[in-house]
Antibody, heavy 120, light 110 residues
Framework: EVQLLESGGGLVQPGGSLRLSCAASGFTFNSYSMSWVRQAPGKGLEWVSTISSSGGGTYYADSVKGRFTISRDNSKNTLSLQMNSLRAEDTALYYC?????????????WGQGTLVTVSS | EIVLTQSPGTLSLSPGERATLSCRASQSFNINSLAWYQQKPGQAPRLLIYAASSRATGIPDRFSGSGSGTDFTLTISRLEPEDFAVYYCQQYGSSPPSWTFGQGTKVEIK
């Protein structure tokens, strides 16, 4: 079964750091680009970051550029998001998602999300 | 940066009725990069439609997508109880890679 399982969320103070992880299973992880998409409480979806299948290409939304770093370990089928200088507006449910370029750059598989709360 | 505007914000309909959801882009783009997602409360989004009009695996044929240029539509021909949810359109831009979502349309039971 194709599956993505996020972990690492929690409560952090403004200015603090947090590292999210996503464990992938059921598919050839190193063949796919992967992304993080977030959803603030009661709000819509916002793309955060994407990493290419090899890890050689990384892309970020302007709202997180310079503060967040996406990475992957293809030997462990794991995707990560290092979040620094966190702000209250980063509070959201963070989803890990697989990108399928064959269907036009869609997010075809999603995890269930991990909640990040930035508050003092 | 392309901005996607969905309308209406909320659609109140009864089971069996037809739902028509709109997604308008701030500029024209390749229709192959337009997708629709469904999200139910407490669940992750699910891919419904890709390339503007192709149904994803396992999606019932009551869901259909259409459009081109800057105007796209998701139609649910006859609403089933499980279709009441929030729907998002999404666009992929390749240079540089970026992904944009509309703000969502909630389809609620009337």
């Amino acid at each position: 079964e194709v599956q993505l399982l996020e972990s690492g969320g929690g409560l952090v103070q403004p200015g603090g750091s947090l590292r999210l992880s996503c464990a992938a299973s059921g598919f050839t992880f190193n063949s796919y680009s992967m992304s993080w998409v977030r959803q603030a409480p009661g709000k819509g979806l916002e793309w955060v970051s994407t990493i290419s299948s090899s890890g050689g290409g990384t892309y970020y939304a302007d709202s997180v550029k310079g503060r967040f770093t996406i990475s992957r370990d293809n030997s462990k089928n794991t995707l990560s998001l290092q979040m620094n200088s966190l702000r209250a507006e980063d509070t959201a449910l963070y989803y890990c998602a697989r990108i399928h370029y064959g269907s036009g750059g869609t997010f075809d598989i999603w995890g269930q999300g991990t909640l990040v709360t930035v508050s003092s | 940066e392309i901005v996607l505007t969905q309308s209406p914000g909320t659609l109140s309909l009864s089971p069996g009725e037809r739902a028509t959801l709109s997604c308008r882009a701030s500029q024209s783009f390749n229709i192959n990069s337009l997708a629709w997602y469904q999200q139910k409360p407490g669940q992750a989004p699910r891919l419904l439609i890709y390339a503007a009009s192709s149904r994803a695996t396992g999606i019932p044929d009551r869901f259909s997508g259409s459009g081109s240029g800057t105007d796209f539509t998701l139609t649910i021909s006859r609403l089933e109880p499980e279709d009441f949810a929030v729907y998002y359109c999404q666009q992929y831009g390749s240079s540089p890679p970026s992904w944009t979502f509309g703000q969502g349309t909630k389809v609620e039971i009337k």
